[in-house]
Each structure stands twice: as structure tokens, then as C-alpha cells.
């Protein structure tokens, strides 16, 4: 299948600095936003170390070389090489390692069960960076007076709740200044951190990676404490891979390279120089950088680039959402388009309003920055070792480098992240417990779907009918046709769908014109429209009509039929009439799958989105026809 989407990566030149900009705005608002609390998480946090000079030496070395070895290294140069068709992120990934483990059923499941692992943890993270980032930007008002401390939660909640309802509208107005804003932001960083370096120059000796191995081996216990907070510095690496997709691999690294990179490091420095000259600085170092005149302007400021960093996990749920249905992991959501120009740009009711509330119970239920680093950290590094273990296996297998090889460099990634996983397990009494359950409860939902699915199917599939013996049967005995055209939703494209032969028991009628469609899905990101659709025309001026879509496409039945036209398949829209069968679910014991998994998918399966909506069918052409199955 050949694949004509041209992806952000294939451009360079011009377009090049534009994209970067934009990549700004939109990949690395979380990682962008991460010295409003990493280092006071170190110092001040719920599991301080002490401000001694070898503490803060040894602290900053490892933050510097996290971001070197985690982000530059293993997602910048490595993983964004992972591609599929240019697309990124979690859910590409698995389809990626599924492609290359057909055949093997058992290889198969372990990377589903993986995969769904990660997006799991992706979204318990996704629940935790705006409550986080938001929180710690208006904590910024403590620092000028403590006047402001009853207001810091309840301004908190009405930036979350306005950022959550603007969703609706679409970002695209708002996404034109979101990289500006973030050129002021990281260009900020830089200059606070500079302006403290220059009276404490020695700080730089930090760059020097022996300050952090002395730190780990002088001080084990400490030390595992303090990777538990160095690991916020390099939450939002899995930004860069997901949404590699909108702007691609060039853009993102160059940003990265030649602005992000260095500025972040200067930050950070800078923070460590001043708790060297003022150790009281600790407890909010970020902000104590600034001069006494900046500081409110520089906490609106930071609280502007936490919503547009929450706006990118925000879009990246949806995202991956998306993706999930394509790939048969979650049920059917409304999806609403809030672009006429970008098809990336949707809107998920369902998903906003959850992490909505959500993120409302953690910032009410945390109260504080502190708190909520302990819930932070967990659900990042469980899914940087969840791409580090699907990467090893696509990097041996699709990149031909053998086991060997991958398995090598991936183990030097896993070493420190699993050091990383460590150090933040001891933070699940604190807080780390949340994402932990909700990555659980998802993955309980996800694996709930997919086997739910697959039992419905062979249960339909027991009740199969042969289509080429259906049409056999109507040569001799042909039922009354009447003028139209009718559509027939149906799975399996050499079967007899379900609502065919409920019409035509009810109804003892068949329309002149007769088409079957399925629908598949594959494991890329688009198929070109000259894939788009497969047909053949069969007896009795029956059609079969196979629609392809990959995993980010629009499903758009109507739209797909019209190419049917140069195959001689053309249709009226108000001549065509759709039929669709639904199933009613009844559970029972003793079946392939627990009773109470059972009672979970039949009431997802009752409360998922129409299919109608999904395909965009008119609704006023739909007939459905019910049946009940026993799972």
C-alpha cells in the first residue's frame, strides 16, 4: 500500500525555522515548564536533601546529564527515528512492533499488553502535569507575599476549569501565539539563569558528570531520593516522539539543540548557583531568581506557558484517544473537528470533561506542588521504560540491527530510567499511588475492549453465513426489489452482515442495488485516497466495497463511496439508504472472559458512540436493526 501524506520532516529550508517556532509552542510546553519545581522538589520537597555545596554539585551534574542521556540521546537522536510514516507517540510505536510480530501470536500479545501498558501510564500522567504545572506557577504568588496563600487553589481551579472549557473551540486561534509566548519563556529561563551564573561562575564545574557519580556512590539512600526529583526534569520527553507527526523530526531537534537545551541548562544552573549564595532560596528557587519588580509579570509569565504546556497533554489525550479507537483499544467517542484546515486538530467531549475532573480532585485533594510531585514522577518513568522495552524490539527488528545491538544500547536507556523507577516507587505511599490506579484502570478498560471485541466476533462468527452461498440461494428463490440503494455495514467482507438478513426476514425486501462495505484499519497513519477504496462487483448486482483507513484518517463513509465512481459504483445520497446492525450484549457465566469484565464491556459496549457519528453517515438514511448476542 503506498502512502502519498507528506509529513512535517520531508520539509526544510524555509519552513524549517516556522516549524521550530511552532514546535515550541506545542512539544515543549511540559518539559519547558519543569524548573518551576524540579529543583525545589531536590531542596525543599516532601523528602528534602541538605543544601550542602556537594549536594547541590552532584544534584545539578545529574539533572544535566538526565536530559543529555533521556532526552537527547535516546528520544531526540534515537526513538524520533522510530517513525511510522512519520507519525509518533505511543500508539505508533505499538502499531509499529505489531507489524513486525505478525505471525507470532504470542510476541503479538506481549506487545499489546506493553503497549496498552504505556498509554495507561500516559494518560495517568495526563491527569497529573496540569494540576502540577498549573499549581506550581500560582504558587509563584506565595513568594511575593503569603497574603496570596488562600487564593493559590482557588485561582488554580478557574485556570483549569477556563482552560479545559476553551477546549471545545479548537486551539487554532490560541496556537498562533503559543510559540511566541514560548520564545519569551525559554528566552526568560536563560537570562535568569545567566544573570545568577555570572556571580557564581563555579557552578559550571557541575557540567562535570564525576559530581553526580559522587553524589550517587557517597550517598545511596539520599541519592535515590533526589533521582526521584532529578526524573521531574525530563518529564515531556514523550512529548517530542508524540508529536512528532504535526511538525517533524528536523524542527523538533534543531529547537531542541539550539534553544530549549541551553536554556534549561542555564536555568537550572542558575538556580543552583543561587541556593549556593543563599541557601534559604531553596524552598522556590525559580522564582526567588527574579529581581523583586519582575516577580508578578514572570508568575503570569509561567502561569501562561503551564496552560500552554497542559494544552499540548490536553491535545496529545485526544490524540491518542483517537488513535486507540482506530485500533480497536477503545470504544467509539464523539469526535468533533475544530479546524477546517487540520485534520490533527479534534475535540473529544468525553476525554476533556474526565481529565478535567480529574485534575480538579488532584489539585483539591494534593493541595500542593510538593505533594504532587510524588504522584508526577511514577507514570513518566513507567512510560519511558515502556518505549525503551517496545523500541529495543523494533529497533532489532525494523532497523535490522539484530538483538544484540538493540538490546545493548536500549539496556544503557533502561538503567537509568529503572533507576529512575526506583527512586520514584519509594514515592507511591506519598502520592505516586494515583497514577498508578488510574493507569490501571484504564489498562483494565483497554484490555476489557480489545478481548470484549474479540469475543463478540466470534460469537457473530458462529452464526456466519457464507456470502457466496447467500447469493446462490437468491438465484433461485429471489425475494422483491424495490429502487434504491441500500448499504450495508459488514465486518466480514465474505460473510453475510447481520442487518441483511434481518431486512430481508422482517422486511422480505431487497433494494435493486445491493452494497456491502467494510471498513479495516492498518497499522499506518494514512492510506491515500487512491487506496482509499477496494470494490468488486458481484451476483444478483450485489457490490463489495473494502474502505481502508490508517489510524489517523477520518473515517468518512459517504466521502468514500464517492470514489466508487471510476469503478462504476455511483451513488445518490437521496437514493442510498444505510443499514446498520446493533447488538444487544447479555452476559453469562462461565463464559471466556470473568463475569464482572463482561458486565464492564457490555457497559461500555451499551454507552460507546454510534456508528452512525463515527462514519459520518446522515443520520436520516439510517436504519438499524438489532439482535441480541450471548457472550
Known amino acids: 500500500m503506498s502512502n502519498s501524506h507528506t509529513t512535517a520532516g520531508d520539509i526544510s529550508g524555509k519552513r524549517l525555522a516556522v516549524l521550530a517556532l511552532a ?25 528534602p536533601i541538605p543544601v550542602t555545596e556537594a549536594n547541590i554539585f552532584g544534584s545539578l551534574s545529574l539533572f544535566f546529564w538526565a536530559l543529555i542521556i533521556i532526552v537527547s540521546i535516546k528520544y531526540v537522536i534515537f526513538i524520533m527515528r522510530a517513525d511510522n510514516r512519520g507519525e509518533g507517540g505511543v500508539m505508533a510505536m505499538i502499531a509499529l512492533a505489531l507489524h513486525e510480530a505478525q505471525g507470532s501470536p504470542k510476541q503479538m500479545k506481549a506487545i499489546m499488553i506493553v503497549g496498552i501498558l504505556g498509554a495507561a501510564m500516559f494518560y495517568g500522567d495526563g491527569m497529573v502535569t496540569p494540576a502540577m504545572s498549573v499549581l506550581s506557577a500560582v504558587e509563584g504568588l506565595e513568594v511575593a507575599t503569603p497574603a496570596f496563600k488562600p487564593f493559590v487553589i482557588p485561582i488554580t481551579m478557574l485556570v483549569l476549569f477556563g482552560l479545559f472549557f476553551v477546549q471545545r473551540s479548537g486551539t487554532a486561534v490560541v496556537g498562533a501565539f503559543f510559540g511566541p509566548v514560548m520564545v519569551l519563556w525559554f528566552s526568560t529561563l536563560a537570562l535568569l539563569g545567566i544573570a545568577s551564573i555570572v556571580d557564581h561562575p563555579a557552578i559550571l564545574s557541575a557540567l562535570n558528570p564525576a559530581y553526580g557519580l559522587d553524589f550517587l556512590l557517597a550517598n545511596k539512600a539520599m541519592a535515590l531520593v533526589a533521582m526521584g526529583n532529578v526524573v521531574l526534569a525530563v518529564t515531556g520527553a514523550e512529548a517530542l516522539y508524540a508529536d512528532m507527526g504535526h511538525f517533524g523530526r528536523k524542527p523538533i531537534q534543531r529547537a531542541w539543540f539550539f534553544f530549549v537545551l541551553p536554556a534549561l541548562v542555564l536555568n537550572y544552573f542558575g538556580q543552583g548557583a543561587l541556593i549556593l549564595a543563599e541557601p534559604e532560596a531553596a524552598a522556590s528557587p525559580f522564582f526567588h531568581l527574579a529581581p523583586d519588580w519582575a516577580l508578578y509579570p514572570l508568575v503570569g509569565l509561567a502561569t501562561l506557558s503551564t496552560v500552554i504546556a497542559c494544552q499540548a497533554v490536553i491535545s496529545g489525550a485526544f490524540s491518542v484517544t483517537r488513535q486507540a479507537m482506530q485500533l480497536g483499544f477503545m470504544p467509539r467517542m464523539e469526535v468533533q473537528h475544530t479546524s477546517d484546515k487540520e485534520a490533527g486538530q479534534i475535540y473529544l467531549p468525553a476525554v476533556n470533561w474526565g481529565l478535567m475532573l480529574a485534575v480538579m480532585i488532584l489539585v483539591l485533594g494534593f493541595k500542593s506542588s510538593n505533594n504532587l510531585a510524588a504522584a508526577y514522577g511514577i507514570a513518566v518513568t513507567g512510560d519511558m521504560v515502556i518505549t525503551s522495552l517496545l523500541a529495543t524490539f523494533v529497533v532489532a527488528r525494523t532497523w535490522k540491527w539484530g538483538w544484540t545491538r538493540a538490546v545493548l544500547l536500549f539496556s544503557c536507556f533502561l538503567a537509568v530510567e529503572l533507576v529512575f523507577l526506583a527512586a520514584n516507587i519509594l514515592k507511591i505511599p506519598d502520592g505516586g499511588w494515583f497514577p498508578l490506579i488510574a493507569g490501571m484502570v484504564v489498562f483494565i478498560l483497554m484490555t476489557t475492549w480489545k478481548r470484549g471485541r474479540q469475543l463478540l466476533s466470534e460469537r457473530l462468527q458462529g452464526e456466519r453465513l457464507e456470502l457466496s452461498l447467500f447469493l446462490e440461494s437468491l438465484a433461485s428463490s429471489m425475494p422483491t426489489r424495490v429502487s434504491g440503494t441500500s448499504v450495508f455495514l459488514n465486518a466480514d467482507p465474505k460473510g453475510v452482515p447481520h442487518a441483511l438478513l434481518h431486512n430481508l426476514m422482517h422486511n422480505k425486501v431487497l433494494h435493486e442495488r445491493v452494497v456491502l462495505v467494510s471498513v479495516q484499519f492498518y497499522d499506518v497513519p494514512y492510506v ?32 468514500a463511496l464517492q470514489l466508487c465512481a471510476d469503478s462504476g459504483l455511483e451513488f445518490s445520497s437521496l437514493e442510498t439508504s444505510y443499514f446498520i446492525g446493533r447488538e444487544t450484549l447479555i452476559p453469562r457465566l462461565n463464559s471466556d472472559m470473568a463475569f464482572w469484565r463482561e458486565k464492564i464491556f457490555i457497559a461500555m459496549f451499551r454507552n460507546a458512540g454510534s456508528a452512525t457519528a463515527f462514519f459520518k453517515i446522515p443520520s436520516n438514511r439510517v436504519v438499524e436493526l438489532g439482535t441480541q448476542v450471548v457472550l
Open 23 to 47: 514546535a515550541l509552542g506545542v512539544v515543549y510546553g511540559d518539559i519547558g515548564t519543569s524548573p518551576l519545581y524540579a529543583v525545589k522538589e531536590v531542596f525543599a520537597g516532601n523528602h
Open 528 to 559: 491515500p485516497d487512491i487506496d482509499r477504496v477496494e470494490v468488486r462487483q458481484l451476483k444478483e448486482n450485489f457490490w463489495s466495497v473494502v474502505i481502508q483507513y490508517g489510524f489517523k484518517d477520518e473515517p468518512d463513509i459517504p466521502a
